[in-house]
């Protein structure tokens, strides 16, 4: 066990945290209290329980295994978190909050399923924690950073459900809703074509080109920025102030996929695998990186 970085490491988990509380502060101003505060701030502070406590045996363990097992189980907590919050306060969830905790209860199963199933295919260990998980104020960060993640992320979603005065739904919620469909199918329709062709021992060491991946390179990104996009826009009518931080949640997505942990790195491993490949060379020039198009002839 190593403790190299220490302080260092401890001071951005800590400014990490406290972007993360700031944000919720600010964006949750006008939702329904719950314990004495803002609804949406208590659940950023759950948000960041639920991760720092799931740390503590992970460290212990030097193990990754349950890291994004606990992920959806943020996700989850604070969703049923401003549920009980806007029930408490309004008497009963009103149509579009229902729908939009499903929505995300319904990505958070889905994910969070393929996701543990993916690892655990994989041994239980991520390559992404090989040399931090035994560095506990490293992986700590981690953890923080997987806070921080669901409190970005589900903002806009937070502020729906815990509105105090909902309006009736309107062409807002029926745009948004039809770009998470759109989204969420991209999603698991990709996802599970990806999953088909890795499973088949005759697509060893090859690429995938078929099906939603012959019309983008990353069509599942594509999809999960589509789907936080749309909840986004059922949020529209419902954000005043400070509260109209909650847009956010489909440009933390996209810089998310785009620039910090999928697509980039997704890219450089492609290149360094297959770079010298004609035929992944072809594929990476016609096939648009991210905004899906039909595949030429």
Same mark, same amino acid.
């Given at each position: 066990?190593?403790?190299?970085?220490?302080?260092?490491?401890?001071?951005?988990?800590?400014?990490?945290?406290?972007?993360g509380l700031g944000f919720a502060f600010l964006a949750g101003g006008s939702s329904v209290m719950l314990g004495g505060i803002s609804a949406v701030f208590a659940c950023?502070?759950?948000?960041?329980?639920?991760?720092?406590?799931?740390?503590?045996?992970?460290?212990?363990? /030097?193990?990754?295994?349950?890291?994004?097992?606990?992920g959806a189980l943020t996700y989850l907590s604070v969703i049923a978190a401003a549920?009980?919050?806007?029930?408490?306060?309004?008497?009963?969830?009103?149509?579009?909050?229902?729908?939009?905790?499903?929505?995300?209860?319904v990505w958070?199963?889905?994910?969070?399923?393929?996701?543990?199933?993916?690892?655990h295919a994989a041994g239980g260990t991520d390559v992404r924690f090989e040399k931090i998980k035994v560095n506990p104020p490293?992986?700590?960060?981690?953890?923080?950073? /997987?806070?921080?993640?669901?409190?970005?992320?589900?903002?806009?979603?937070?502020?729906?459900?815990?509105?105090?005065?909902?309006?009736?739904?309107?062409?807002?919620?029926?745009?948004?809703?039809?770009?998470?469909?759109?989204?969420?199918?991209?999603e698991v329709i990709a996802d599970d074509q990806k999953r088909r062709f890795k499973a088949d021992?005759?697509?060893?060491?090859?690429?995938?080109?078929?099906?939603?991946?012959?019309?983008s390179q990353h069509p599942n990104y594509f999809g999960e920025i589509t789907l936080w996009t749309g909840i986004a826009v059922i949020a529209l009518p419902l954000l005043s102030g400070w509260g109209w931080l909650a847009l956010f949640s489909p440009v933390f997505v996209t810089l998310l996929l785009t620039k910090v942990s999928g697509i980039n790195l997704l890219d450089a491993i492609?290149? /360094?695998?297959?770079g010298q490949d004609p035929a992944w060379r072809t594929y990476a020039a016609s096939t648009p990186k991210l905004l899906p198009r039909p595949p030429k002839g």
């Open positions: 066990m190593s403790f190299k970085g220490a302080g260092r490491s401890l001071v951005i988990a800590l400014i990490a945290a406290a972007l950023a502070l759950i948000a960041l329980g639920v991760n720092w406590l799931a740390f503590i045996p992970a460290a212990l363990a /030097q193990s990754d295994r349950f890291y994004d097992t606990t549920c009980f919050a806007a029930v408490s306060a309004n008497g009963a969830l009103d149509p579009r909050a229902l729908v939009v905790a499903g929505m995300v209860a958070t199963l889905r994910l969070g399923a393929f996701l543990y199933t993916r690892i490293r992986f700590l960060v981690a953890w923080t950073m /997987q806070a921080c993640w669901v409190i970005f992320t589900a903002s806009a979603a937070l502020i729906i459900i815990t509105a105090p005065n909902p309006p009736p739904l309107g062409a807002f919620f029926w745009t948004g809703a039809a770009l998470w469909l759109t989204g969420f199918a991209f021992p005759a697509n060893k060491g090859r690429f995938i080109t078929t099906g939603l991946w012959a019309w492609a290149k /360094q695998r297959w």
